[in-house]
């Protein structure tokens, strides 16, 4: 299986709350999906959340699924971080989570809710979906599981949702 195509759908940030959602192509079927919420408990921190968060990304691209505990262990104090990498080689994914964070796969009609810490092999026809705990709460479950289930690309019709919203901070996903 060649690599997922995907789409990323990002809310906002705040002064406490960061996300985003990359996608990395290191070889025709070889690719990492992250998917990270960083957020900041004293609202009167210095920390720079985006510069932070910019740099977890780079190392995980550096490093691969096998140094993100490593990458993340170093985090600030009063610094939270919800992540989940998905990597693809082949039709293989293996999944890392850490925090409030879910993965999801339709096929046929049906959604499930995928372990954070799990691997497995992909079909043809699979939507793939990696998201933090504030996606899921602006989407719902029962608009996410109809969304996912239809033959339509469901990232046209999720990222409406998140974008008409007034508060997305901490909204982050990747649908492939």
Request: aromatic share 2%.
């Amino acid at each position: 299986m060649a690599n997922l195509t995907t789409t990323n759908i990002v809310g906002s940030s705040a002064p406490t709350t960061w996300s985003q959602a990359q996608t990395i192509v290191y070889s025709g079927d070889h690719q990492a999906m992250i998917v990270i919420q960083l957020t900041c408990r004293d609202a009167d921190s210095l920390v720079d959340l985006v510069s932070v968060g910019s740099e977890i990304l780079a190392e995980i691209e550096k490093r691969g699924q096998e140094g993100v505990e490593e990458v993340i262990s170093g985090l600030a104090e009063g610094l939270q971080i919800e992540i989940l990498v998905g990597t693809m080689r082949g039709a293989s994914l293996q999944l890392y989570g850490q925090g409030e964070v879910s993965a999801y796969l339709a096929r046929g009609g049906q959604l499930a809710k995928l372990e954070n810490n799990s691997a497995g092999r992909l079909k043809e026809g699979v939507v793939v979906v990696l998201a933090t705990a504030k996606f899921s709460e602006v989407v719902g479950a029962s608009k996410l599981k109809e969304i996912l289930t239809r033959d339509e690309e469901p990232a046209e019709l999720l990222a409406p949702l998140v974008h008409t919203e007034t508060e997305t901070s901490g909204v982050a996903a990747i649908v492939g």
